[in-house]
């Protein structure tokens, strides 16, 4: 890794290094846009790297820096040199957005193990990969920051949801008490739950019914991307004194 450099003198988004996880679709996606236009650098990881260079390359033409890097947050590696390239590439890294996520929703009773297994090592173990990453880069600099994305999931349980809530709210409580163990002032942590957002992670579900009952509901008043990147944006922007511990966004009809 090169010398990390510039730590105390960047505040706001503008000059900021962001590593972004599920950077190629969706929310990854308007948020590294949102942010590159507000002056930060990012870092693209996703598995899809053709639409990772697609985006890198429609923010370098607007004049914003964006470098790629093809990652599956299930493999400790990958997030090691994700976070590698950004202080390679860009001298630091200030945030790492934990974003990847999947949804193999269905109910219980279809005892779908595998689909089980998949969102622990995504959901929960993709997020404990970044973490690992990312602290003692985080730690060597003397600040850093943690916005991972959660879900309303966690906070009203439903049918269908059990494994994906408990999953989500596993990071929830993992922030929370990463938080408690950071009073530092080196490390902040925010936890981002959206509601309905119009993405592709309806995509991920097997279970047609809950799919397509998922995809009306997102369809009639799911909320765009860009919502939830804006509300990222807001936790980055802080003065590094302040943190923004968890908020919630979602629809004003969501129930």
Known sequence: MSEITGIAEVTGVNGKVVAITGASSGIGEATARLLAERGAAVVLGARRAERLEKLAGAIRERGGRAAVLAADVTR????????????????????????????????????????????????????????????????????????????????????????????????????EALRQESTDGVLRTTAVSPGFVRTELVDSIDHPEVREEARRRMDEFGIDPEAVARTIAFAIEQPDDVEIGEIVIRPTVQG
Do not use: C
């Open 76 to 175: 400790a590696a990958d997030l090691e040199r994700l976070v590698e390239l950004a202080v390679s590439e860009f001298g630091r890294l200030d945030v790492l957005v934990g974003n990847a996520g999947i949804s193999r929703i269905g109910p219980v009773a279809d005892l779908d193990v595998d689909g089980w297994s998949s969102m622990i090592d995504v959901n929960l173990r993709g997020v404990l990969n970044g973490i690992a990453a990312a602290l003692p880069v985080f730690r060597r600099q003397g600040r850093g920051h943690l916005v991972t994305t959660v879900s309303t999931s966690g906070l009203k349980i439903v049918p269908t949801q059990a494994v994906y809530a408990a999953t989500k709210n596993a990071v929830r409580t993992l922030l």
